[in-house]
Nanobody
Framework: QVQLVESGGGLVQAGGSLRLSCAAS????????MAWFRQAPEKEREFVAA????????VYADSVKGRFTISRDNAKNTGYLQMNSLKPEDTAVYYCAVHGQYSLRATLYDYWGQGTQVTVSS
């Protein structure tokens, strides 16, 4: 079992920045690929970014490439999502999740946090 807790969401103006954190407890965080997903009202949950176990490889959705940066600190059992140049269309609940291997598919991820709301005003 892995427990994940997100934090750092909030209300920000377009063009602003936020840094989300995902604190893990339970089984060894470094065993897992970590990803961020988001879900806007009446939309399906969508992939945002993922990072390899060691942090050496990262993958991003085209919609956030160049604006968001995913990272992790395995010593602190924590993952991060730095979000810059935020747009109103980034408004969603953001979730972190872990899985034994990389995937774009939310259904394959084993453990999820409760989510943190990000709202970007125009």
């Amino acid at each position: 079992q892995v427990q994940l807790v997100e934090s750092g969401g909030g209300l920000v103006q377009a063009g602003g920045s936020l840094r989300l954190s995902c604190a893990a407890s339970g089984r060894t965080f470094s065993r897992y690929v970590m990803a961020w997903f988001r879900q806007a009202p009446e939309k399906e949950r969508e992939f945002v970014a993922a990072i390899a176990r060691s942090g050496g490889v990262t993958v991003y959705a085209d919609s956030v490439k160049g604006r968001f940066t995913i990272s992790r600190d395995n010593a602190k059992n924590t993952g991060y999502l730095q979000m810059n140049s935020l747009k109103p269309e980034d408004t969603a609940v953001y979730y972190c999740a872990v899985h034994g291997q990389y995937s774009l598919r939310a259904t394959l991820y084993d453990y999820w946090g409760q989510g943190t709301q990000v709202t970007v005003s125009s």
